[in-house]
């Protein structure tokens, strides 16, 4: 689970299921308010284990690493390509 804080009230904006529900999030608020909006916030990955916890990035360095990841996200979970043939 993904989780939004924000880094001068300390306290939690949001969770999100998957790294796409975050970069979703995340563009919106970029689209609606700009991304200096971005500075006050970090986000953080809270995984089923302990050591599975990591802080995703900050400011707008956040935004690129949730693009990342939700891109790595959906390539793992996507059909094979419509434009390979299958033998047989």
């Known amino acids: 689970m993904y989780e939004l804080w924000d880094s001068i009230t300390r306290n939690m904006v949001d969770t999100y299921r ?6 979703e999030y995340l563009g ?4 609606e ?4 909006v971005l500075r006050r916030f970090f986000l953080s990955y809270e995984g089923d284990r302990e050591e599975d916890d ?3 990035g900050e400011g707008e360095a956040m935004l690129v690493a949730i693009k990342r990841l939700a891109t790595e996200e959906r390539a793992a979970i996507s059909p094979p390509s419509a434009n390979h043939r299958q033998v047989g």
């Open 18 to 23: 998957t790294a796409t529900e975050a970069e």
């Open 28 to 31: 919106r608020m970029v689209r």
């Open 33 to 36: 308010q700009g991304s200096p």
């Open 54 to 56: 990591a802080l995703v």
